[in-house]
């Protein structure tokens, strides 16, 4: 059977809403965010210095963690501890990072 990306499109998204609720979205989008951000750590680590995408995995990387922690509190508490500790501690890193990239751009560095 041959697949178009539209199949391919409403198979994963028949997928992702079959017996998920808000709790696995919760670990999915933090999941999903702190591999941005971890991405954008692992570019300054390598010296990379494509500082739009790193801004760009900040940004958007923060915004995925910022919306599931308050799902990942609700719905798994004290079993995601843990994760939300660490989620936390990465979003107070983040702006600084931010910064930092934003003025290096700036001066062409």
């Known amino acids: 059977m041959s ?5 391919l499109a409403e198979w994963v998204m028949d997928h992702l ?3 998920r609720g808000d709790g696995d979205m919760a670990i999915a989008y933090a999941a999903s965010g702190l591999m ?8 300054a680590q390598q010296r990379k210095g494509n500082w739009s995408e790193m801004l760009e995995n900040l ?6 963690v910022n919306f599931a ?3 990942l509190r609700a719905h798994h ?6 994760l939300i500790a660490f989620a936390e501690r ?3 890193f983040v702006p600084l990072l931010q910064d930092a990239v934003a003025r290096m ?3 062409g560095r």
């Open 69 to 71: 922690l308050p799902l």
């Open 90 to 92: 990465e979003l107070v």
């Open 17 to 19: 809403s079959r017996g």
């Open 77 to 82: 508490g004290e079993r995601a501890a843990a």
């Open 105 to 107: 751009q700036a001066a």
């Open 59 to 64: 940004r958007s990387g923060a915004g995925e």
């Open 3 to 7: 697949m178009t990306r539209w199949d």
């Open 36 to 43: 941005k951000i971890a991405t954008a750590y692992n570019d």
